[in-house]
């Protein structure tokens, strides 16, 4: 199951707080939570580590294709506790049988002080998405990601996107798909049978991904491309392109 990463942060709201938890859980919209059915427990830190640029591949010195390593951001202790959770890209809905990509995200928090232990209100928020597009119109580009990050840049992440063209002609399951990339070993040979593929397919190309998030959040956007494949490992490249924010 695909997921999207979202940050959420508690400000403790007196001293001799020694832990907190967030407890979450996702349903249908208009569905309570079951708690005993399903349950997702966090620690929240204060100050903490953020893990930055998940799931990404570049070009290293030697032009050769390489997956992207997660770089940890150590925080000091400022009072606010964060954590980094992981949301599905989309649920199951019971009663059709069928996955939807707008659904509920319930969550609590669990706060220890002394001896006690209290739990917050439980808050519920939509999650939505929206399709964004990016558009090759030379046809020079091997790979299109949408880099992205809810309400600030502390827990960016990486969105492939796709040429409608690329599945319509090939297949949903064609092994050479722009997500398939980050479970190959041999990245090499997958950017050249996939620049292959793209070649054929008309211009300008339309690389389309979507962003996803609670309704109302600001979500900031740039993206990441590389080149086609090139026998010459010295002509690929890749580079961040352009930046907006959206309100989902």
């Known amino acids: 199951m695909f997921s999207f990463y979202l940050k959420k942060s508690f400000v403790d709201p007196e001293p001799g707080i020694s832990l907190v938890n967030i407890h979450y859980t996702w349903t249908v919209l208009g569905s309570a939570p079951d708690w005993n059915s399903h349950r997702e427990s966090r620690t929240m830190p204060r100050g903490g580590v953020l893990l930055r640029g998940f799931g990404g591949t570049t070009v290293d010195d030697s032009g050769h294709y390489v997956q992207t390593e997660a770089q940890a951001i150590r925080l000091p202790d400022d009072g606010i506790r964060r954590k980094v959770i992981s949301l599905p890209n989309e649920v199951l809905d019971p009663a059709t049988g069928k996955y939807v990509d707008s659904y509920a995200f319930h969550h609590y928090f669990e706060v220890f002080r002394g001896d006690t232990r209290e739990e917050s ?61 980050y479970g190959q070993q041999d990245k090499d040979q997958f950017y050249r049978n996939r620049s292959e593929l793209l070649a054929a397919l008309p211009l300008p190309r339309r690389f389309i991904g979507r962003i996803r998030g609670p309704k109302g959040a600001q979500v900031h956007q740039s993206w990441h491309l590389g080149n086609t494949w090139q026998a010459d490992p010295r002509a690929r490249w890749e580079q961040y392109f352009g930046y907006v924010t959206h309100v989902l």
């Open 121 to 181: 209100s439980v808050f519920t928020e939509r999650i939505v998405s929206k399709e964004v597009e990016f558009m090759d119109f030379p046809g020079m580009l091997g790979g299109v990601c949408i880099y992205w990050s809810i309400y600030d840049w502390d827990a960016p992440q990486y969105q492939p996107t796709e040429d409608p063209n690329f599945i319509s002609r090939y297949g949903e399951d064609n092994a050479y798909r722009s997500l398939k990339l």
